[in-house]
RNA sequence: GGGUUGGUAGUCUAGUCCGGUUAUGACACCUCCUUGACAUGGAGGAGGCCGGCAGUUCAAAUCUGCCCCAACCCA
């Protein structure tokens, strides 16, 4: 039984372990499930770092929300974690944690510390989310490094082979020389920085000795260190002014070679001198150039973003330095005319922010630019809440220049299931039966080459994508494998494919959103998931980005240690999915005030109805009791739709007020008038449905109550609906199908407003007793919950009789919706009339402005007067007159 | 430079897709009220003409165009 105050502090950790211990919200693998109402999540798995911050908690709980609400109101409810930890963020977390550095280490020798370092990261993080008591599946957990993952992730690798959607290619790559690692389009973001503008002067060849060629031109770059790489010069075939230079040649500063001059529409004649230089290669427009020409490939910078042969005495150098010391050396020379600040952007890896280079390298691809078009229609399949962000995944894929270069240079990662003939060059994979294998460790399958026979073989020692991997999780959560004996794939829980929800930030539809499309509908030929939601930013309390620069960081940590859990909850339910939202402490104090109330309400609640619990009188429901279970059935049905819809802001805002205003204001106010059997039953029927309806949100104190006051009561296989173990298991309430004239409920509680708002404005106490109240309304059934509740010494009620008042017409309100469709631009006329009182009004018809207007065109509006003993009120059509000496 | 989204009372926000004339709610604010849970409560009040300009229309927060501001995505 609830008594006292409710103590977050204690309740929640409390149901947190024992969800977790008690395995509440395990998916039965044991017996058959229903493909048809299961319903599957696929999460995200964040990246394992120790703690959480603002988007984890907002992410999880949004996600916990469907999970819960779906659990109730269908079947099996898959909801799985995954911890990503392939890849180059945890290979920087271990090099940070052991200091170290991965170069040191043999691949397997450091993989080794990074799962040591991982797991207990990983452990430190699961007990952090369990903390949020999101209503997981413990026992469905992955790692995007462990075998298994990589088992799924090596098949499919070996599929798209097969499918010959796989490709390896010498070719300019994007590469960040700070990672050392070839990476793909999505991984680059654009910065602003500073840079110069620096004008150099080119001589042009033979320009001294003919009078119609300039002796040089100019040529602003930022990247002076791309001189050695230079291999053309580009003017625009509109630009008159530098016409003459094509077909002639220009010989680059410093490093003295000679370049042919050529005109192309893609030179940006408003960006410096109109002339540009293309260099091998200094961004995608060089790549273009260098195909489009044929030119001479000038490998000025190398892996690791320092300067080659080519760069002649400044080979060794760093890019950077390089940079510094030509543009001396071209001052020096008298080359330099000129050198400007300026602020542009720059294409960075978008993991470590430093400048991408462009190296032809060689490298594994999956084909997509032919099919670009079929991703499309895929992704349209899936419902999108909200529909808008399905333009970002359109513009993305539109805008796709490049396949998908999955190869990594690394050391830790899944590693490819390639090997190389070492005379031929052949490609041989790995049996899938075998996987996953480490072809730097493991054997090739053969024994010679397919190919040429020769019997040695390089391993490919590169790693994939993790994007390759992630892409796969739904399936991994499904248990895709290869049955080599069927030689098919199959599906330890096909059930569960298409996944029904796939839910994750708007920041990575195009890299996990649109990968898995790619993936899953290669391997599948479907989309994965039936609806996708997508969820916007946590911002700071004034909109800003949370940073850690700006110092304006919110901890999860720090705001749980002050509000509960469930006040989170309802501040997380606070917007429109796919909305960036602020933090605001306003509505967590507001979701605490909501838990008090509910709290307290029940307690209330099982003080007016204690146990036993009683059935439906036979005597049957008073009109009251009717009126709100109706009402309430018309809540329910309102709730589901918003919920189906993902409308949590409005869904919590809803039963709120329904809750708050209808429930504790009008019938429990009411209520307590009373102790019959009647409003005991109704009290504990409508209360048993408010927490199976705040259940979702607030999945704590719900939780808590439900115990109390049904599951562990004397008589709980009547109370608790079967759902003894967790209300979260309980069935989502159904509308019961009470008959009521809700039309007299609702002219009842406006009644009491009325007469509230009377007592208010006379600045008279709730509990002040009223002589007589006169109610022209049919409120036949509620007298005695008026009078009782409003302290009425006399009530007369008249239903069909017409109240003594006299009606002065103040007006006539047009319905435009008929009106203005019908007379159009005369509707001008008719208001004038109306306004000079220029009209007739008879048998139901207005006469104005030489137009008859019907019945249902127009409403008349009246001001009632009221001339007898006694004060009027308005309730909305009732009439109440309040006879009061006090 | 292109695109997306948003700009509604002191603050946050609903409504905008499908135009209809007292623009929703919460928090803050003011007044009053100790009533069988809750004063961390209840009743009531004041506060906005919907970023700006122009247009379409009988009628625009809602449609169209342009502009300004912010965030994000892509160049």
Redesign the pocket.
């Known amino acids: 039984m609830p008594s006292g105050e409710y103590d977050p502090d204690a309740v929640e950790p409390r149901w947190q372990r024992r969800w977790v211990d008690e395995e509440t919200y395990a998916y039965s693998d044991d017996d058959p499930v229903d493909p048809n109402t299961v319903f599957s999540i696929d999460t995200p798995p964040p990246t394992v770092s120790g703690s959480l911050h603002m988007g984890h908690l907002y992410g999880f709980t949004l996600q916990d929300f469907v999970a819960r609400f779906e659990r109730m109101n269908g079947g099996e409810t898959f909801f799985p974690f995954g911890y990503d930890d392939n890849g180059i963020a945890s290979e920087r977390l271990t090099e940070d944690e052991l200091d170290i550095r991965h170069q040191d280490f043999e691949r397997r020798e450091f993989q080794a510390k990074c799962r040591e370092v991982c797991a207990d990261y990983e452990e430190q993080f699961t007990e952090n989310v369990q903390s949020l008591g999101v209503s997981v599946d413990w026992n469905h957990t992955y790692q995007t490094i462990e075998p298994r993952v990589q088992r799924v992730s090596q098949l499919s690798f070996l599929d798209l082979y097969e499918q010959g959607r796989e490709y390896r290619e010498k070719a300019p790559a994007i590469w960040c020389p700070e990672c050392e690692t070839a990476i793909s ?2 991984e ?3 910065d602003e920085q500073g840079s110069h503008f620096n004008d150099i002067a080119f001589p042009v060849v033979g320009g001294d000795a003919d009078d119609d060629l300039p002796a040089e031109f100019v040529i602003s770059t930022t990247r002076p260190e791309l001189l050695p790489a230079c291999v053309a010069v580009f003017v625009h075939p509109d630009d008159e002014e530098n016409q003459a230079l094509v077909g002639e040649s220009a010989e680059v500063p410093l490093f003295g070679h000679e370049v042919p001059i050529i005109a192309d529409e893609r030179v940006d004649m408003e960006t410096g001198s109109g002339i540009v230089m293309c260099c091998t290669f200094g961004d ?1 427009n060089d790549i273009e150039w260098y195909q489009v020409h044929d030119l001479d490939l000038r490998v000025a910078i190398d892996e690791s973003g320092h300067m080659t042969g080519v760069a002649e005495a400044y080979e060794g150098l760093h890019a950077d330095e390089a940079g510094e010391a030509i543009v001396e050396d071209l001052d020096e020379a008298g080359a330099l005319l000129d050198r400007r600040d300026i602020t542009h ?1 720059v294409n960075v890896h978008e993991r470590c922010g430093t400048s991408v280079e462009f190296l032809v390298t060689e490298q594994w691809y999956i084909e997509m630019l032919d099919k670009t078009d079929e991703y499309l229609a895929v992704g349209r399949e899936m419902d999108w809440s909200p529909e ?1 962000m399905f ?2 995944y359109e ?2 894929v539109e ?1 796709l ?1 490049w396949d998908w270069l999955i190869s990594r240079q690394r050391s830790s990662g899944i590693p490819f299931p390639v090997w190389y003939c070492d005379d031929c060059g052949e490609v041989v994979v790995a049996d899938k039966a075998d996987l996953p294998v480490d072809p730097l460790s493991d054997d090739p399958p053969v024994d010679a080459c397919p190919e040429c026979g020769h019997d040695a073989f390089e391993p490919e020692d590169d790693v994939l994508d993790t994007w390759a991997t992630s892409s796969l999780t739904p399936l991994i959560n499904a248990g895709w494998d290869w049955d080599d004996e069927a030689g098919e794939f199959t599906m330890e829980r096909p059930e569960l494919y298409q996944f029904d929800l796939r839910p994750q930030g ?2 990575i539809i ?1 890299f996990w959103l649109f990968h898995t499309l790619v993936k899953c509908y290669e391997h599948t030929g479907e989309v994965p998931f039936e609806e996708t939601m997508i969820n916007g930013h946590v911002l700071d309390e004034n ?1 800003e ?1 949370m940073s850690k620069s700006v110092g304006n960081v919110v901890e999860p940590e720090a705001v749980l240690e002050e509000f509960p859990v469930d006040a989170t909850r309802y501040w997380a339910a606070g ?2 999915v796919g ?4 933090f ?1 402490e ?1 509505d967590l ?2 979701g ?2 909501l838990i ?2 509910l709290w ?2 029940s ?2 609640v099982e ?2 109805a204690p146990e036993p619990f009683p059935a439906e009188p036979e005597g049957g429901l008073r009109e009251l009791d009717r009126w709100l279970l109706a009402e309430l059935d018309a809540e329910v049905e309102r709730l589901t739709d918003l919920l189906d819809d993902r409308a949590f ?2 869904a919590r ?1 809803e039963l709120r ?1 329904f809750f ?2 209808t429930f ?2 009008d019938y ?2 009411i209520a ?4 019959d059997d009647a409003a005991a039953y109704t009290l504990r029927t409508a209360h048993r449905r408010f927490l199976k309806l705040f259940a979702p949100l607030l999945a704590h104190v719900t939780e808590e109550l439900w115990h109390d006051m049904y599951a562990d009561a004397a008589d709980k296989a009547a109370l608790a609906d079967g759902a003894s173990d967790s209300i979260h298991l309980a069935d989502w309430p159904e509308p019961l199908g009470v008959e009521a004239d809700r039309d007299a409920g609702t002219a009842a509680t406006a009644v009491v ?1 009325a007469l ?2 009377y ?3 006379n ?5 002040a007793a009223l002589d007589a109240v006169e109610v022209y309304a049919d409120v036949r059934g509620f007298e005695d919950d008026i009078t009782g509740v409003m302290h009425v010494d006399d009530l007369a009620v008249h239903p069909d009789g017409d109240a003594p008042v006299e009606t002065v017409i103040t007006g006539i ?2 319905d ?2 008929t009106v ?2 019908k007379y ?2 005369q ?2 006329d008719i208001e004038a009339g109306l306004a000079q009182e220029d009209y007739e009004l008879a048998d139901d018809e207005l006469h104005v402005a030489g137009v008859t207007l019907v019945d249902e065109e127009f409403a008349v509006e009246e001001e009632r007067q009221y001339r007898g003993e006694g004060e009027l009120l308005q309730a909305d059509d009732v009439v109440v007159i309040v006879r009061n000496d006090a």
């Open positions: 389009q999505v680059t973001e654009d995608q952007t808008k333009t970002r513009h993305w805008g220049q708007h920041d195009s909109r980005k917007t429109a909305d960036d939202f602020p605001k306003k104090r507001a605490e005030k008090r109330k307290n309400a307690k209330l003080s007016l802001s409005k805002d007020s708050w205003n504790c204001d429990l106010e307590k008038q009373r102790e407003g509230r708002k007592k208010s404005e600045q008279l106490p709730l509990t309100d047009l435009y919706a203005g469709p159009g631009d509707v001008g």
